[in-house]
């Protein structure tokens, strides 16, 4: 698996897991300037440790929707350019706004990943799109974001089979999506992220453009 430029595996107290270099987030452990990125609490992590091909070399600049109180989106930012980091609920965007103190390239946007013309002036067009949101209709969220890709950029999402149906099979779930998102996408590479996140289906795509 390659890694991006910027994320290396490394050896905390004999166990060797990925890391970044930056200020520590979410009581992760740390040795000196290095901080593990557990992909417990990541699902791009758990996407990386998946060995999927994320297209990430280091230096993208960078929507994530979905950030929540920063702890992947700071690792993120640890290794990338500019990083905008969309997330709705005041609470968490507060502990996001810390995480940005010492990131001077993470920008923090209290908006919804439903209505990106709300943030569309701020943003400008990327390399990469991550998306970890907990709401129906993912592949939509996907569908509105994909205005601010590259032509060669890649959407690298977590769908959340809970968060489109509960009661449903999640691979039923993760077929509905898959064949939504492919209006939009060229889907790459899909994988479960188990044993990390039960029910969840890491993606990586690229937009389609005639």
Do not use: C, I
Request: without cysteine; proline residues 6%; negative net charge.
């Amino acid at each position: 698996m390659t890694l991006p430029e910027g994320v290396e595996r490394y050896d905390f107290d004999g166990e060797t897991s990925l890391a970044t270099r930056g200020e520590p987030v979410y009581g992760e452990r740390t040795d000196g300037e290095w901080r593990r990125w557990d992909p417990h609490r990541s699902k791009l992590g758990a996407m990386l440790e998946h060995g999927l091909d994320t297209g990430l070399d280091g230096g993208e600049t960078v929507l994530y929707l979905g950030a929540a109180a920063g702890t992947t989106v700071s690792h993120v930012a640890d290794f990338s350019g500019p990083t905008y980091a969309v997330e709705f609920a005041p609470r968490p965007v507060r502990e996001l706004l810390d995480a940005a103190e010492s990131r001077g390239n993470l920008f923090p946007l209290l908006k919804d990943a439903r209505k990106p013309e709300r943030y569309a002036h701020v943003v400008e067009p990327v390399d990469v799109v991550v998306q970890d949101v907990a709401t129906r209709g993912q592949a939509r969220v996907a569908a509105l974001n994909e205005r601010f890709l590259a032509d060669d950029g890649r959407l690298l999402a977590a769908v959340k089979a809970r968060s489109e149906d509960v009661t449903a099979d999640p691979d039923d779930v993760f077929d509905s999506v898959r064949e939504e998102l492919s209006e939009d996408y060229e889907l790459l590479e899909t994988t479960r992220l188990e044993p990390y996140h039960e029910d969840h289906l890491g993606v990586v795509a690229r937009p389609r453009r005639d």
